[in-house]
């Protein structure tokens, strides 16, 4: 049980195009989704926390209107990199939190996004 | 503040032998310590954590941790490393901001565990 899964596992796109990147809990239902960005060797950098039904959280320094959450069911967060540039290519996970469950966090394989 | 570090960029061990990747905490309040295992181009996998309770947790794959409060430390330990536990290792504290319980993880650096035959 407790599986996060995410599409595309990898993409690549064309400087100035949107990507859409999609987490699912598939069995189970979460309130709060958490969404990442990984540089190559490096730790896990929080971008923004989503909440079901409601506006996202974004992590100081993270642009808001570039990176769009959308949380719009228990079980699917969207995170939809607006106007790609090549700085944005990076690994990006997503995990999720169980309802009711604050000490444990269900992580997705991740998603490779490569902007030429 | 709350954050976590991780000394060493990368811990070398010989198969068969005892491994310890090493983690210190800073948190104000009761800490929440996470470790995760990622193998590459992979999410995260959970390892163990500490709540409360004993301070020596088990965890998956036959890993366990220590949690010291004098020396406020959460090393990640295995008594005979194999060379598929060759990975990048997390060590992570939950962000409790008073009551408010948002469950933010905050990640160290990472340790590349490099197990060789």
């Known amino acids: 049980g407790a599986v996060v899964s995410q599409h595309p596992s990898w993409v690549i796109c064309k400087s100035g195009t949107s990507v859409k990147i999609e987490c699912r809990s598939l069995?189970?239902?979460?309130?709060?989704m958490f969404w990442y960005r990984q540089f190559p060797k490096q730790s896990l950098m929080l971008m923004a926390t989503?909440?079901?039904?409601?506006?996202?959280?974004?992590e100081q320094g993270v642009e808001k209107d570039k990176f769009l959450i959308n949380h719009a069911s228990l079980t699917l967060s969207t995170l939809t990199v607006t106007s790609a540039h090549p700085e944005d290519s990076s690994f990006y996970i997503c995990s999720a939190r169980a309802i009711g469950v604050y000490n444990e966090q269900f992580f997705g394989p991740g998603t490779r996004l490569t902007v030429l | 503040a709350q954050s976590v570090a991780q000394p060493e960029d990368q811990v070398n061990v010989a198969e068969g032998n005892p491994l310890t990747v090493k983690c210190t905490y800073s948190v104000s309040g009761n800490p929440y310590l996470f470790w995760y295992v990622q193998y590459p181009n992979r999410g995260l996998q959970f390892l163990l954590k500490y709540i409360t309770g004993d301070n020596l947790v088990k965890g998956s794959y036959g890993f366990e941790a220590e949690f010291n409060k004098s020396q406020t430390s959460f090393h990640l330990k295995k008594p005979s490393a194999l060379v598929s536990d060759s990975a990048l290792y997390f060590c992570?504290?939950?962000?409790?901001?008073?009551?408010?319980?948002?469950?933010?993880?905050?990640f160290g650096q990472g340790t590349t565990l490099q197990v060789k035959p």
């Open positions: 989503s909440n079901e039904g409601s506006k996202a959280t974004y």
């Open positions: 069995d189970f239902q979460a309130t709060t």
């Open positions: 992570a504290v939950r962000v409790v901001f008073g009551s408010s319980n948002t469950g933010k993880l905050i």
